[in-house]
């Protein structure tokens, strides 16, 4: 929030967004941490975490994007270090969610060289290793 008024873009803090399940809006809400609205005003949900990231923390935010509509294309999904509980060298984590053009969405975790890498979920990184490992059985 203090990067977000720095900046001078608008955002809710605890805003409550509908759920979506199956193309329709059910009853019941999530409550996203963070939703920045900028000047474009497309909001994007912020989700932040004080525990290592999960599957269901990407889950989660996916489940905010859907609920806002295909107009909402970017999420962002960040891991604070907790002073005193972890060790200092613990780094920030942070995860950009983008929404692409086959309405699949692509999560990018910002390395510590400050590039973007895509990341992949657990179950793609499990498909990707039995694909790898049927190549390799096939070629021999």
Same mark, same amino acid.
């Given at each position: 929030m203090v990067e977000l008024r720095e900046a001078h873009v608008p955002y809710e803090r605890e805003r409550y967004v509908t759920i979506l399940y199956k193309g329709r809006y059910v009853?019941?809400?999530g409550k996203a941490d963070i939703l920045a609205i900028p000047a474009s005003g497309? +909001?994007?949900p912020i989700e932040c975490k004080k525990t290592g990231l999960k599957e269901d923390d990407r889950q989660q935010l996916r489940t905010y994007m859907d609920g806002m509509g295909n107009a909402c294309g970017h999420?962002?999904?960040?891991?604070f270090?907790?002073?005193?509980?972890e060790p200092n060298d613990?780094?920030?984590?942070f995860y950009w969610? /983008? /929404?692409e053009a086959n309405g699949s969405l692509a999560f990018y975790k910002r390395s510590l060289e400050g590039t973007w890498v895509l990341?992949? +979920?657990k179950s793609e990184r499990a498909a990707g290793r039995k694909s790898a490992a049927k190549k390799q059985s096939a070629g021999q």
């Open positions: 009853i019941g809400t497309v +909001s994007i999420g962002v999904l960040i891991r270090p907790q002073p005193g509980k613990q780094p920030l984590e969610a /983008r /929404r990341d992949k +979920s």
